[in-house]
């Protein structure tokens, strides 16, 4: 069953880009909103209604006959768009739960005992664990922490329930619920792949470390296992950073061996979960069996192998009892057969290009330089490397807590579930570090990390005054009675109080965490420790001593609460303002004008014109970064998206809408029906033109010969266009009838549509081709009949074009059979490493093309004196008289050839004063402009308003 049959909509209804070549979406999102429309909604709000609790005012009403019955049920449902409106902030509540449990989980020793994590390398681990344990034990019995169970103990009894693991979890929570990392995916509208994939993701964490839990036997261990592969399955069905999941407990698994932690519980937990989670990601359409060919996925598979190799060879030095030097010969052995056998696999299987090349936003990741060598993935915002400003503004004070939590987890706390941790955080800052957009990974791991510090130090504190461990297990079974229970809290020994035998004995704890009998009889062996115990014992015992020791706590959790208030009140200002800023749709923004604020609303307003004013087939050519939101609210099929990963599509959108623009309606009449482009200043569509250009030309190096970063296509100084970007598709659409002497081909384009702020324009396309527009859907190559997953292929009408592109090669291509692209690569990187320079060559070469056309039209007639007259009564502010006053004023006479060569009608323009550049080259002391001005035709003798001629300010000043 596909997407759109659960959905039970018409085709039209659902508008998808039309050129869906390669894999372009993770169908989890959209699977899970249909789930919870249809079924979830539906029991939530029935138990609601049966517990007669408020029902949402959004929630419609339906009533369901049952045959043969009078008693029909009264059922509400929620639309979609609501479900998928509400769906991130659900999620984002799962993801705060989530990422709380598994700092529960990584905070709760389960029978097993704390360290550091080198505890496991021989030599330098004994020592550091006898540190360890001095200093636990020195705070356990002059301090009254509780801080003995965690070195050495044994004892069953400790819960997750108690004091430390409850508040560090709850200190998690309380980050992860308004850290703007988190909220930057999870505010209510956001409808996007991470807004369910963050919580998937932590899903998969809390449970892999649950898996790993000391009390667990193989066959427990196992199923956890199954069940962290069911959550990685959700996971790869609904983003792509699956890749960084599987890789993350690949490499966690590889740390523990490394650090001597390997245990069979390890073995049964990874290869339950890498079995069971890559056979259900290969059922997913867009991973296929790239999780086994792909190399960003064959690590966590060389760990899979590893680990069955290591286990192998652990029951073959158990069961033969073999002794230290043979246990290694047996392991060299074994993995050396391993190394020549795989090394033979790897030979036969890469002439067939069966290994897949790695993505160039990974590769991205480990370049010493902040670009890939990929223009378009360099042209986005959030692939950039990530500045410290970006952690402050994301994660605020976590910045400062969690390096010190990563040292506490790493030093004093580190065990087989909480190593994770490290692992973790190790990656999270690393991968953000070199891409400002992933620092959406970093927020579970600094709640985690954050909320250990506080928790840890609450907890102490807590225990401290107390002296004693809280447990809330033992607090329910005291409160119910039961004669059994154990008495809760710990004594200043860090041993849990027993209830006294009845025949006078009773348990007791030493330092070591080890049950001592106490019958009255003397072993012989004391050899004068009892009597240091029992000095230490009467100073611990002291009432005196123990007041003092729990008003210093008392005093010191006082302290630090009352210090902490101002962080947490800056903290949570800080995360609310810019949560509102998060909340607020990114198409809506507030602007100053002369008559005051105004909401400005042009996007939208524009997508309703195409939804009400177009035919429903309608294809709209945009560039990608407006897909999403012409899919969504016009309701139009959109030539591309933010999920299109066919690089040459988008360098064939680049080119349509670079070109100049009769070429790029030749491309274009065989794609779509109208034009929407983003207009009116700032980051609009003229803005990002070079990046559009270095895109197109990476595929069509025609477009840009000898410049891979296109740096003859934007402005040289004071906003001249180029030629080529002039002449361009987007500059003759975006500028049409503002810019002087700039109209577009009205025998090929025809404006329909301009929004009320000039920030959105549309354009209708004339003479389409009806025969490529039919030829389309008629064509599409689905995975099955029916199917969401479709190819699409271009009409015939473009194969001329398509003949002249180079396929776009990434460095690390290695199935490529020809030789990669290093001369472009090489020129690339040259021109991104000395950008100023490579705009210089461009202005010049452009210069030299323009005095060059500028030649041939001498020919062409010269101003009459009734055009002159003309321009001269035109008086206006705009952005010619602008840009015209900024350049004489800086004495920028080559800037100002150029123009008046280009535009000669620019040397009358008279600016609302009356005045024009005339009057400025006087007023700043420009003798060759003025000579300029006057060989084209300017007099010296015209008036401004106020009735000063040119020659009357020269006179002034002299």
Wanted: glycine share 8%; proline share 4%; with cysteine.
């Amino acid at each position: 069953m596909t997407v759109r049959s659960v959905l039970q909509l018409p085709s039209h209804a659902v508008p998808s880009p039309t050129w869906m070549v390669g894999t372009t979406i993770y169908p989890g999102m959209q699977v899970t909103a249909v789930f919870l429309q249809k079924y979830w909604i539906p029991i939530w709000f029935t138990l609601q209604s049966k517990l007669n609790l408020p029902i949402s005012d959004r929630a419609v009403s339906s009533v369901m006959e049952h045959n043969g019955s009078d008693n029909n049920d009264t059922i509400y449902l929620l639309s979609l768009n609501d479900v998928c409106c509400l769906m991130p902030c659900w999620f984002g509540a799962l993801a705060t739960l989530f990422t709380g449990l598994l700092c529960v989980e990584c905070c709760t020793d389960y029978n097993g005992k704390f360290g550091s994590v080198l505890d496991g390398i021989p030599v330098i681990g004994r020592y550091l664990f006898k540190l360890n344990r001095w200093v636990k034990v020195g705070l356990s019995s002059y301090l009254g922490m509780e801080v003995s169970n965690d070195v050495g103990s044994s004892s069953s009894n400790v819960s997750f329930l108690s004091t430390t693991p409850l508040l560090c979890g709850l200190c998690t929570m309380f980050f992860m619920s308004i850290v703007p990392a988190h909220l930057m995916r999870s505010v209510g509208g956001g409808f996007d792949n991470e807004s369910v994939a963050v919580t998937a993701m932590v899903l998969v964490f809390y449970l892999w470390t649950r898996s790993l839990r000391n009390t667990h036997t193989c066959t427990s261990a196992a199923v956890m296992g199954c069940l962290t592969g069911l959550a990685y399955f959700n996971m790869v069905a609904s983003w792509g950073g699956y890749v960084f999941v599987v890789n993350l407990i690949g490499v966690h698994a590889a740390s523990l061996v490394l650090l001597g932690r390997y245990s069979s519980k390890l073995h049964a937990s990874y290869t339950a979960f890498y079995v069971v989670g890559t056979a259900l990601a290969t059922t997913v359409p867009v991973v296929g069996w790239t999780p086994l060919k792909s190399l960003e996925q064959l690590g966590p598979f060389v760990v899979f192998m590893g680990i069955q190799l290591i286990e192998y060879c652990e029951r073959v030095r158990v069961k033969k009892q073999l002794s230290f030097s043979k246990a290694w010969l047996l392991r060299l052995r074994v993995f050396g057969g391993a190394l020549i056998l795989g090394a033979v696999i790897v030979a036969a299987l890469y002439p067939t290009g069966y290994f897949g090349p790695i993505s160039s936003r990974v590769r991205g990741l480990f370049v010493k330089h902040t670009k890939t060598g990929n223009p378009l993935v360099d042209s986005v915002a959030e692939h950039q490397a990530a500045k410290p400003e970006a952690y402050e503004q994301y994660l605020g004070i976590l910045t400062k807590l969690a390096p010190v939590g990563f040292g506490i987890v790493a030093i004093a706390y580190s065990n087989e579930a909480s190593s994770f941790l490290l692992v973790y955080g190790l990656a999270t800052y690393f991968f953000s570090h070199k891409m400002v957009r992933l620092i959406l990974l970093t927020a579970p791991i600094a709640c985690v990390l954050g909320g250990i510090v506080v928790g840890r130090v609450a907890g102490w504190c807590v225990e401290g005054v107390l002296g004693l461990r809280l447990d809330v297990e033992d607090v329910i079974s005291l409160i119910s009675g039961e004669e059994d229970a154990v008495a809760t809290g710990v004594d200043s020994n860090g041993a849990k109080g027993e209830k006294k035998k009845q025949n006078g004995k009773k348990d007791v704890s030493n330092d070591n965490g080890q049950k001592n009998k106490q019958n009255g009889k003397n072993d012989g062996k004391d050899n004068g420790s009892g009597k240091a115990e029992t000095k230490k014992n009467s100073i611990r015992n002291n009432l005196l001593y123990q007041l003092v020791v729990k008003c210093t706590w008392l005093y010191i959790a006082y302290e630090l609460f009352q210090r902490a208030q101002p962080f947490k009140k800056e903290f949570e200002d800080k995360c609310r303002e810019l949560s509102y800023g998060l909340s607020h749709p990114s198409i809506l923004f507030q602007a100053n004008t002369a008559s005051g604020p105004v909401m400005v609303d042009d996007y939208r307003e524009a997508y309703w014109w195409l939804r009400d004013n177009t035919p429903e087939d309608s294809r709209i050519m945009a560039w990608w970064d407006y897909g999403y939101q012409i899919t969504a609210i016009a309701n139009r099929t959109t030539i591309a998206d933010g999920n299109t990963w066919n690089h040459e599509h988008i360098a064939l959108l680049g080119r349509a809408l670079t070109s100049p623009l009769k070429e790029g309606h030749r491309i274009a009449r065989h794609l779509a029906d109208y034009v929407l482009l983003w207009t009116g200043g700032g980051g609009d569509d003229l803005a990002k033109s070079p990046h559009l250009a270095r895109i197109a030309n990476s595929v069509y190096r025609h477009m840009c010969p000898g410049d891979p970063t296109c740096s003859s296509f934007g402005f040289l100084a004071q906003g001249v266009p180029t030629p080529k970007l002039e002449a361009s598709l987007l500059y003759q659409l975006h500028s049409h009838n503002i810019a002087p002497g700039v109209e577009a081909d009205k025998n090929r384009f025809k404006e329909v549509y301009k929004s009320k702020y000039g920030k959105a324009r549309i354009y209708k396309i004339l003479s389409v081709s009806k025969e490529s527009k039919e030829w389309v859907p008629n064509n599409l190559v689905c995975d099955a009949p029916g199917s969401w997953f479709c190819k699409g292929q271009y009409p015939p009408g473009l194969q001329k074009v398509l003949a002249e592109k180079k396929d776009f090669k990434q460095l690390e291509d290695f199935n490529s059979k020809s030789d990669a692209d290093d001369a472009y690569q090489k020129q690339y990187f040259e021109h991104l490493s000395d950008p100023e320079k490579a705009k210089r060559r461009a202005e010049i070469k452009a210069r030299k093309q323009q005095q060059a056309e500028a030649g041939k039209r001498d020919s062409a007639p010269a101003l009459t004196k009734m055009q002159i007259k003309e321009l001269n009564q035109k008086w206006e502010d705009n952005e010619v008289t602008s840009r015209l006053f900024s350049i004489i004023s800086m004495g920028d006479y080559d800037s100002f050839e150029f123009l008046l060569e280009n535009y000669p009608t620019y040397a009358h323009y008279r600016s609302k004063d009356g005045r024009g550049p005339m009057w400025w080259a006087h007023e700043h002391g420009r003798p060759r402009m003025i000579h300029l001005l006057k060989s084209r035709g300017v007099s010296e003798k015209r008036k401004d308003k106020d009735g000063i001629t040119p020659l009357d300010i020269s006179s002034d000043e002299l």
